[in-house]
Nanobody, 121 residues
Framework: QVQLVESGGGLVQAGGSLRLSCAASGRAVSTYFMGWFRQAPGKEREFVTSIDWSGGGTGYADSVKGRFTISRDNAKNTVYLQMNDLKPEDTAVYYC??????????????WGQGTQVTVSS
């Protein structure tokens, strides 16, 4: 129905940058709320950021605010996560998510497979 595929993860030194991409397919994806969650080994999944259908409404976890930027290109059905000034504590598997309602209202209905981000010190 809706498929999400992340890319762009990798290994980066502290202070560096990465840009993650999430390619979406399926009906009505351009109207969906989309965003990113992450999960580090042994820890709970946590919310990172979200964006509404227009791209004008965004939200960020306090831990990433000012360093990460979410954007979307509805013509390409793609969501991006620009990550700057990366820190070792940002190391996690990053998952793209989508839903017809705001992502924090419930567990999102659709998830990507995840992409590993590793930040070395």
């Amino acid at each position: 129905q809706v498929q999400l595929v992340e890319s762009g993860g990798g290994l980066v030194q502290a202070g560096g940058s990465l840009r993650l991409s999430c390619a979406a397919s399926g009906r009505a994806v351009s109207t969906y709320f989309m965003g990113w969650f992450r999960q580090a080994p042994g820890k709970e999944r946590e919310f990172v950021t979200s964006i509404d259908w227009s791209g004008g409404g965004t939200g960020y976890a306090d831990s990433v605010k000012g360093r990460f930027t979410i954007s979307r290109d509805n013509a390409k059905n793609t969501v991006y996560l620009q990550m700057n000034d990366l820190k070792p504590e940002d190391t996690a598997v990053y998952y793209c998510a989508a839903d017809s309602v705001p992502l924090k209202r419930r567990s999102p209905l659709y998830w990507g497979q995840g992409t590993q981000v590793t930040v070395s010190s």
